[in-house]
């Protein structure tokens, strides 16, 4: 009995280690490997996007990069479409989301976040002398969004508003230059970056009380303490430091933090 008694032990013992193992392999793996896969669309600029000479960049392309570098390790921009970005890091095709992804709930219970690492809110962006004032005055038109944002959601609430989807933020300029929608919700950040930089003839609207996290975090798998550790610890230092404050005031003008 004894030895039965021993043997179960045992293979309790066995299956805890071999879950502890996997809870900490993401970290070891990545160090092993020695890269830090990092996801994004690769169509939000100021954020993530592609340059003249095909080069993904911008404030998450820097800062996931700065994080891997603060691990020992180098980084692999992944671009992938927002919609199913989250599906992707569950398969394991990358290690991390530096995307501009919204802190909520209900992406709580399928993955972990890390930070936040900036702040931002949902605006109303439309054509200038456009009579759209106030979120009511959205009713009875039709709304670009980006499939999968938390403003996606948002808009989906309010009634009587049409809603088309859209794969990034280019396209929603491109769509409302051309008139085909009314106007376009996102997160107010990038297309006020680049409404001025470009001299677009658009403006915001902007939105109170709208409800939507303004939390911005990376994303992980669950179950990896470690490496949610040292990606934080590799924030606290870039902020403590100053070079979050330099990759934030190159890519966006201010310190977003």
Known sequence: MDIFLRKIAFSLLTFVLAATTLHAEDLDTIKQSGQLRVAMSGQYPPFGFVNEHNEV????????????????VQVEIVTTAWDGIIAGLLAGKFDAIV????????????????GPYYHAGPGIFVPEGSAIQNPDDLKGKL??????????????????????????????????????????????????????????PLHEVKVANSGVPDEIGIAIRKGNPALSKAIQKALDDMMADGTYAKISMKWIGEDIR
């Open 99 to 114: 995307g501009s992804m919204s802190i909520t709930a209900e992406r709580k219970k399928t993955i972990d976040f890390v």
């Open 143 to 200: 709304v670009g969004v980006i499939l999968g944002e938390t403003g996606a959601e948002w808009v989906k609430s309010l009634k009587g508003v049409s809603i088309t989807t859209y794969k990034g933020l280019p396209e929603l300029l491109l769509e409302i230059n051309a008139g085909r929608i009314d106007a376009f919700v996102t997160d107010r950040i990038a297309p006020v970056v680049v409404i001025k930089e470009r001299k677009l």
């Open 57 to 72: 960049v911008g404030f998450d392309v820097e800062i996931g990069s700065e994080i891997a570098k603060r691990i020992g």
